[in-house]
T-cell receptor, first 113, second 115 residues
């Protein structure tokens, strides 16, 4: 069984550059979540989708962050322009139904220099 | 303001003994609690959950206890094995009626099980 697939696994870029993180949820799952993990704040929900529609984006830190889900098998999280404080591990998760446990990908470790 | 707190950043236990990981929460609207386990360079993996209408849920070596009056839950692992060494996250979900509520995570407890 293929789990949640995230790419790239690691990204190192200079501040000011655009960064795009990608996620393929588990086939058939109708909820998709983007999280950010930092030492200071732990694991925080940024945004989640239900049937490709954004439901709650209150965790998105600022306008530099945007997320899309053009279809049921693909989502992107974009940061433009990137800043050093965006350095973190970004996780994508999916679930079948809103009340089922979420399945996480292995994350993208992002470093902004 | 942390709504889910794991006050012990780390815990060391001897193989075969019991591991007890603790979690406190502040929001009485939470209706569902989960424990996730995370190995380095991997995503969190769902371990066990409990609804707020129960006080205990057991799955093999893992048992979660919920004390609603104290707003406290704990994860017991018996017997502990070296493969259980990982970071354990407690998470809680708000009750938004029939819809999915956000998961609020604690900062994790790193468990080390020594042979």
């Amino acid at each position: 069984d293929a789990g949640v697939i995230q790419s790239p696994r690691h990204e190192v870029t200079e501040m000011g550059q655009e960064v795009t993180l990608r996620c393929k949820p588990i086939s058939g799952h109708d909820y998709l979540f983007w999280y950010r993990q930092t030492m200071m704040r732990g694991l925080e929900l940024l945004i989640y989708f239900n049937n490709n529609v954004p439901i709650d984006d209150s965790g998105m830190p600022e306008d530099r962050f945007s997320a899309k889900m053009p279809n049921a098998s693909f989502s992107t999280l974009k940061i433009q322009p990137s800043e050093p404080r965006d350095s973190a591990v970004y996780f994508c998760a999916s679930s079948l139904g809103g009340k089922q446990p979420q399945h996480f990908g292995d994350g993208t470790r992002l470093s902004i220099l | 303001d942390q709504q889910v707190k794991q006050n012990s950043p780390s815990l060391s236990v001897q193989e075969g003994r019991i591991s007890i990981l603790n979690c406190d929460y502040t929001n009485s609207m939470f209706d569902y609690f989960l424990w996730y386990k995370k190995y380095p360079a991997e995503g969190p993996t769902f371990l066990i959950s409990i609804s707020s209408i129960k006080d205990k849920n057991e799955d093999g070596r893992f048992t979660v206890f919920l004390n609603k009056s104290a707003k406290h839950l704990s994860l017991h692992i018996v017997p502990s094995q070296p493969g259980d060494s990982a970071v354990y996250f407690c998470a809680a979900r708000k009750n938004y009626g029939g819809s999915q509520g956000n998961l609020i995570f604690g900062k994790g407890t790193k468990l080390s099980v020594k042979p």
